[in-house]
């Protein structure tokens, strides 16, 4: 069993990916009724839906606790161009979306209305932004979680001794080591999410999948090799 897990994490993921898809293609095709297949694919997305939040709170926490002085400007300019990055970047998927249109069917409805105004809009942020930290990590809402993080961070490195610094460290290294073993999941994942479509959809998902991946690598190539430079 060793052997086998050796061999497995030694070949390349993308390699892997790649089996998985193939797989995943075949069965929903040739066997259609192995519904259990797709669980795969639902227990691969809920570990990272699961893990994600608490990975991104630890590591904020733990880098903010153990940084040297004069991080306040240079945190200050980093916030400033994440923010407007990410402005540029939905500017750019915006212009995209209207560009090229892309359909892609969904499993399921969703019932959501725009917001009526820019009001609206930052009531819903500040609301976010102080959300119980429990419950932001329980509901992935990564703006309060981002929030409660900077906080906690910055208060632990003002008070805290090297021990607790050192054990939030050793927190934030053992939740990234998780988070690479959900990864090794991903060709299990990848096959049970493939199967679900092809096996619902046929084929045919994988024209409407390609256009939509062309338009978001598109967009990423855009962002980072023209925008942000």
């Known amino acids: 069993m060793k052997k086998v897990l050796g061999f497995y994490t030694k070949t390349p993921l993308i390699l892997r990916i790649a089996i998985g898809l193939v797989i995943g293609i075949c069965l929903g095709i040739w066997v259609p009724q192995a519904t259990f297949v797709s669980g795969f694919g639902d227990l691969f997305v809920g570990a990272l839906k699961a893990i994600a939040p608490i990975l991104v709170f630890v590591i904020v926490v733990a880098s903010l606790a153990n940084t040297g002085k004069g991080v306040g400007k240079r945190f200050g300019r980093v916030v400033f161009y994440y923010m407007l990055s990410t402005f540029l970047a939905a500017a750019v998927a915006v212009v995209m979306s209207y560009l090229t249109k892309v359909s892609i ?11 009526a105004g820019l009001g609206e809009v930052f009531r819903a942020l500040l609301s976010n932004m102080v959300m119980n930290p429990v419950q932001a990590l329980i509901s992935a809402n990564y703006v309060g979680i981002l929030t409660w993080s900077v906080i906690i961070g910055l208060a632990l490195k003002a008070v805290a001794g090297e021990k607790t610094k050192e054990f939030f460290t050793d927190v934030s290294n053992a939740v990234s080591k998780a988070v690479a073993w959900v990864i090794q999941c991903a060709p299990f994942g990848i096959m049970g999410l493939v199967f ?7 084929l045919a998902i994988f024209v409407d999948y390609g256009k939509l991946l062309a338009v978001l690598v598109g967009c990423m190539l855009l962002v980072a090799f023209v925008i942000d430079p």
């Open 105 to 115: 069917p969904l499993a399921e409805a969703v019932d959501k209305t725009a917001p």
């Open 196 to 202: 679900s479509s092809v096996s619902e959809y046929g």
